[in-house]
């Protein structure tokens, strides 16, 4: 599949098409395949990437990092508090100089705002590593683990369970819209997906031939599932509102016996990760019902969180070639 991305930014998954979303899945698998032989070629080489992060983040920095070393390019960490952005200096200045220096941006924030004037200001390619809104490179990885375990990405039946209106649920129902999925977001009522991205996706779904359904009933939401994927419930910057959100989406809950309801022996559980499903970490200690998914699952034969998170690695490293050469 020869699909040219040169100089394309990727803000939200909106902008691409059916076939380049499926040719960046493509792409990370045959370099997780040169990984496997010793054949990655160092693709990047002389090349320079900011990686700005306003939010915190594990794996989105380190599949940055790991994929630029991997194809020989150099990567440049600027946390909040390292850079004058958002305090003596704008966006647009920034991505001025930024764009002077750097061949490529990667940005982590709050507001999907920035990342669009990042692109707008710096003349380079500029990837969203997560805002409010968005996360395109998580839906990439998703696919792709999906399309490695099932062996194919049509006939998909595929269940968002949780919080329906935050970044992951948008980006992957855009995603589902676009390559033509059956895609169903069950949460409550006051947690559905916004109604004019819901709109949006079923343009897209026309012409992709992709089923969107948004449900607050569970049973009628995952039934036939292969697919059953969950985030946390409060996201960050959202930390206030987690009383309220245990509330509302304990019923949604991740269990075992959710799984079994979906009627496929062989459904399996994503989730993009981190999860509090098992009270060890400072925030589930001090709120015990936050859990969205039971460690039974988690950890049980249906997971594949761990081969999801290693394909943000592949996926990352497959959008900076095809973006940068
Ligand atoms: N899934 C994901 O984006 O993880 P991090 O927040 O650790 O980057
Ligand atoms: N919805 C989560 C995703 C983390 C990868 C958040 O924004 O915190």
Redesign the pocket.
């Known amino acids: 599949m020869i699909v040219n991305l040169k100089g394309r930014s990727l803000l939200t998954l909106k902008d691409f098409s059916k076939r380049e979303i499926l040719y960046l899945i493509e792409a990370a698998l045959e370099l997780k395949e040169h990984k496997a032989h010793g054949t990655l070629q160092k693709k990047l080489e002389g090349k320079n990437i900011a990686l700005l992060f306003e939010k915190s ?5 380190c599949a940055f990092v790991t994929a630029a070393v991997n194809e020989g390019a150099h990567t440049e960490y600027l946390g909040k508090n390292d850079i004058q952005l958002g305090g003596k200096e704008s966006v647009e200045d920034t991505a001025r100089v930024l764009g002077r220096m750097f061949d490529a941006i990667e940005f982590r924030g709050f507001k999907q705002k920035t990342v669009e004037l990042l692109a707008e200001y710096s003349g380079v390619p500029v990837w969203n590593g ?1 805002t409010d809104l968005y ?1 395109p490179t ?1 839906i990439l990885a998703d696919f792709m683990t999906v399309k490695e375990e099932l062996g194919t990405l049509g006939n998909v039946k595929f269940a968002y369970v949780g919080d329906g209106r935050n970044n992951v649920a948008n980006s992957l129902m855009i995603g589902a819209a676009k390559i033509g999925i059956d895609f169903r977001v069950v949460s409550p009522l006051s947690l559905f997906p916004d109604k004019n991205l819901v709109e949006e996706c079923e343009v897209y779904a026309k012409e992709s031939g992709a089923r969107i359904t948004v449900t607050d009933s569970i049973e009628e939401g995952i039934k036939d599932c292969d697919v059953i994927y969950t985030d946390i419930w409060a996201s960050m910057g959202e930390e206030d509102k987690i009383p309220e959100r245990i509330s509302l989406l304990k019923p949604y809950k991740i269990t075992m016996n959710m799984l079994k309801k979906t009627g496929k022996e062989d459904v399996i559980f994503l989730h ?3 999860s509090f499903h098992n009270l060890q970490t400072g925030t589930a200690q001090k709120y015990p019902d936050i859990c969205e998914v039971e460690d039974e699952v988690f950890e049980g034969r249906f997971s594949r969180v761990f081969d999801q998170a290693e394909n943000r690695l592949w996926t990352i490293e497959a959008v900076m070639v095809a973006t940068l050469i």
């Open positions: 983040s594990t794996r989105t920095r997560l996360h998580q993009c990760l981190p």
